[in-house]
């Protein structure tokens, strides 16, 4: 599916919802996870290079987050990322 069939397939608030998603869990493509099996192989190469400790491949994968955000917080991003996305929001949609 092209770009611009999937804009004309899918809402603003959809595609908010799904990058506020994939910005708590990391990314969903998972090509763009190579973290994971670039992590084994540093923790193997780590290992057998003699490393001190023994060494995970959680040792060498990035963090998403730090710190546990509040709803709050993340509510601001996805507000965010709806208006970069020329979304608006109806506060009275679904009451």
Known sequence: MTVRELLA??????????QAYERVTGPLDIRARLDISAGVVAATVANSAGAKKKAKPSDFIPTWFKRKRSPEEIWADV??????LGGT???????
């Open 79 to 84: 507000m965010k990322a709806n208006a970069a």
């Open 89 to 95: 929001f109806n506060y009275n949609e679904g009451r």
């Open 9 to 18: 397939r899918t809402s603003s608030r959809e595609l908010t919802e799904w």
